[in-house]
């Protein structure tokens, strides 16, 4: 599509530095890139929305979610049991993947992410094949930032390692064929699971990849008191003060979670000028990160933290609108202050923050000129949008997914009137739930839902 017009929005939330909130403009999009935001355009298109009773907003930027496999293995698992043994048994069920269904189930993700309302997404690496991730990303039509994950050290929960040089050579190859597809949506990372699994010569390997491909590096951290407690011990210094002391962070350093961290800590994550996902939906369940973590203060003191779903299997929803409203409550309620996480903040980390955890900025995160056209149409009307006099208050207490109308990437409407246009949704849908009921058969997973099915 050459142009495209979205014609006299009722808001306009551009996200930019004055983060406007502009009344009744227009946006004309050209070769994939904003060209002109104005009042009146009169140039004519060669596709126009009316975009009257509409929100138009940057699209949300996902900053963490293993898509891979999350939508297969939901509900498979009881409910209540420890982190470390869900995580155990659930990368027990995913080794069994093969390719197709990863990218069954990718593409089967990517699309409820892009109906949701995410136009860019990091996957931390957690795909057997990464290429799944690619072909699924290609055909969504989504921005995606993917990578190998690698470790080097035995671990309790099972998942794949090798030696060190095997896993630095594997963590660059993957970049390599990544950035040989020489397509800018898609965008290569370095990955490993966690530090704690993590040889320091592995680590700064990876460092040292990521700083000469200038290539993002994520890993879990800090997700919990007692992964803290157990790293202390078993390291002598706490996790985020050692991959500071190690030369680990940066500014192309994404830490998912870090939410229980020490004063120390927070310096150095701000010094570095290294960047976090937070995943309200899987950190709210049990780890008192409400009342307890520090990631109010990581937000306070600048430091650059966008928000993710994490996998659907742990967070069970992928809706941003659920997500920011969870990011908002959990801690005016944890710390007894409305004040903390107004939804102003929220939406950043939804949007402009997170292009800059993930290293999109130049090219998504906000609606301005000579941006990428990663946009999304909401529907400002119905109870959940009345009276709406001022959208961010809606957009993050009220709405949710269903009001997403048009999602635009790179120019493309990849979803119009709320339907994807890159597949068919329910013919997906199918194969995914065969896929999670022939992954349950092949590991020998046993059910153990508290109600008998009759
Ligand atoms: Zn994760």
């Not at 500071?244 to 192309?252: D, R």
Request: aromatic residues 6%.
């Amino acid at each position: 599509m050459a142009t495209l017009l979205l014609k006299d929005a009722s808001w306009i939330v551009t996200m930019d530095e004055k983060r406007r909130i502009l009344r009744n403009y227009s946006v004309l999009i050209e070769k994939g890139m904003i060209k002109k935001i104005a009042k009146k355009i009169t140039e004519s298109a060669d596709v126009t929305l009316d975009c009257k009773d509409k929100v138009i907003m940057p699209g949300f930027i996902n900053c963490h979610c293993h898509a891979s496999y999350g939508h297969a293995l939901r509900g498979l698992l009881p409910e209540g049991i420890s982190r470390e043994d869900y995580l155990r048994r659930l990368f027990g069920i995913q080794q069994n993947m093969d390719e197709e269904e990863e990218e069954i189930v990718s593409l089967f993700a990517m699309g409820d992410l892009l109906k949701s309302g995410y136009t860019s997404l990091l996957e931390p690496g957690t795909a057997k094949h990464t290429r799944s991730l690619v072909t699924a990303a290609l055909k969504t039509g989504i921005r995606l930032v993917c990578g190998r994950q690698v470790l080097d050290k035995e671990n309790p929960l099972g998942v794949t390692f090798s030696t060190t040089t095997d896993a630095r050579k594997e963590a660059e190859y993957s970049v390599r064929r990544i950035l040989s597809l020489e397509n800018k949506r898609i965008r290569p990372c370095l990955a490993t699971f966690s530090p704690t699994y993590c040889s320091k010569d592995l680590l700064q390997s990876l460092k040292a990849i990521s700083a000469s491909y200038k290539a993002i590096l994520t890993m879990h951290v800090a997700e919990d008191q007692r992964s803290v407690k157990t790293f202390t011990n078993a390291i002598g210094k706490r996790p985020i003060h050692y991959l500071s002391e190690i030369g680990v962070l940066g500014p192309q350093t994404l830490l998912a979670h870090a939410l229980f961290v020490s004063d120390e800590e927070i310096d150095n994550l701000i010094s570095s000028n290294s960047k976090v996902a937070f995943c309200p939906s899987s950190s709210v369940r049990g780890s008192g990160a409400g009342a307890n973590s520090r990631l109010p203060d990581l937000v306070q003191r600048g430091i650059d933290v966008g928000l993710g779903t994490d996998s659907a299997s742990s967070s069970y929803y992928q809706d941003p609108f659920r997500v920011m409203y969870l990011c908002s409550v959990m801690f005016q309620d944890g710390r007894h202050d409305r004040s903390i996480m107004p939804p102003e903040t929220v939406l950043e980390m939804a949007t402009i923050r997170a292009a800059r955890a993930v290293g999109l900025e130049a090219e998504a995160g906000s609606i301005e000129v000579g941006k990428r056209a990663d946009l999304i149409v909401i529907r400002a009307s119905g109870a959940e949008w009345t009276p709406n006099l001022y959208p961010p208050y809606h957009m993050v207490y009220a709405a949710d997914k269903s009001c997403i109308e048009t999602v635009i990437v790179d120019g493309n409407i990849v979803v119009r009137d709320g339907n994807l246009l890159s597949f068919d949704a329910e013919d997906v849908e199918v194969q995914v739930k065969r896929i999670s009921s022939d992954l349950a058969k092949r590991s020998g997973h046993k059910f153990e839902f508290k109600w008998k099915i009759a």
